[in-house]
């Protein structure tokens, strides 16, 4: 197996993929019930839903297939500036290849680029090796949910200045 994966932008042909790898990982790490993104009205059009100022997302290919993607989009009910990571997923195939630290890297550059300031993001407990990834790119622990994303289900949350 090759450890070779490419980022590129989500075209429309990419949302029936993009929904299958959120509605699998989410699962895997008990995310299925109420509260979580798995039950978001933009899953089934995740192009759609990102195209829209300050909004990015991105898929990551690997051996032919989009197995990962991530994105961001200005905090729904917060501060001016402040950006969300918003449902980045990778399948298993694709963990442990670095596509989450690249995938992060691109999300933020974007995030930048679009002129935001600071990036907020919401997970939960058992979801380590990402909230290891999250503390390694410089984002702080925060005691409490900013905006109103409606995903009561997350019990972590942290900000990146950028």
């Given amino acids: 197996m090759t450890t070779a994966f490419r980022i590129r932008p989500i075209t429309p042909a990419d ?23 798995i039950h978001d009205p933009e899953v089934a059009a995740m192009c759609a839903a990102y195209d829209r100022p300050g909004a990015a997302y991105f898929v990551v290919e690997h051996e032919g297939r989009v197995r990962g993607a991530g994105g961001v989009a200005p905090l729904e ?21 670095g596509a989450g630290a690249a995938l992060m890297a691109r999300c933020l550059d974007a995030a930048r ?16 090796a990402a909230q290891k990834l999250y503390e ?21 949350f942290y900000l990146l200045d950028l």
């Fill in 15 to 37: 949302d029936a993929d993009v929904a299958g790898i959120i509605r699998t990982v989410m699962p895997e790490f008990g995310a299925n019930g109420p509260g979580f993104a």
């Fill in 77 to 97: 009910g917060g501060p001016d500036g402040v950006c969300e990571l918003r449902k980045m997923y990778f399948l298993p195939e694709l963990r442990g290849l």
């Fill in 113 to 128: 680029t679009l002129g935001h300031r600071q990036c907020y993001l919401e997970t939960l407990r058992g979801m380590d």
């Fill in 136 to 156: 390694r790119t410089g984002f702080r622990r925060l005691d409490g949910p900013l905006g109103s994303t409606g995903h009561f289900g997350c019990n972590r």
